[in-house]
């Protein structure tokens, strides 16, 4: 059995795209239903200089239904993000607030993770390289933008 790790580089590096890679991340989405993975995501948000990453566990349910738990180095709860395909709920231990979200189509397309499933709307907004080191497949993913 294959494991794959996910790291989702949002940045502006280019890589070479590969449309076999981004097949092979929708199989392993898909596969993945009902269980959980740890993720890392390292991102720069929009006005920043400064990369951030964040670490947790992902659980996939049926596209696009999924969770996202994201913990702190102590491994404490920071936050949780649910979609089920139409509303998302997002929770914040800290602030005791859970913000519930209807989203439109344009919102949906704006969200990296629901491209996930979707290999030709992947490779339309990523570049995909993928490595392998044993029996672990790394997909990395880098915006076009």
């Known amino acids: 059995m294959t494991k794959v790790l996910l790291t989702a580089v949002l940045s502006a590096a280019l890589i070479v795209p590969a449309f076999g890679a981004s ?3 929708v199989q392993s989405i898909s596969a993945m239903q009902g269980t959980h993975a740890a993720f890392v995501q390292k991102f720069t948000p929009r006005g920043f200089h400064k990369e951030q990453i964040e670490k947790g566990v992902g659980v996939l349910g049926d596209s696009p239904r999924m969770r996202w738990t994201y913990l702190g180095p102590d491994q404490k709860l920071q936050k949780v993000f649910v ?3 139409k509303t998302s709920w997002f929770f914040v231990p800290e602030d005791r607030q859970v913000t519930v ?3 439109t189509e344009q919102q949906k397309s704006d969200l990296p993770f629901l491209l996930l499933g979707d290999a030709n709307a992947l490779n339309k907004s990523y570049n995909v390289k993928e490595s392998r080191r044993g ?3 790394t ?3 880098s915006s076009r933008i």
């Open 23 to 25: 097949s092979n991340i």
């Open 83 to 85: 979609f089920d395909g």
């Open 135 to 137: 029996d672990i497949l």
């Open 101 to 103: 979200n209807t989203l």
């Open 139 to 141: 997909s990395q993913l």
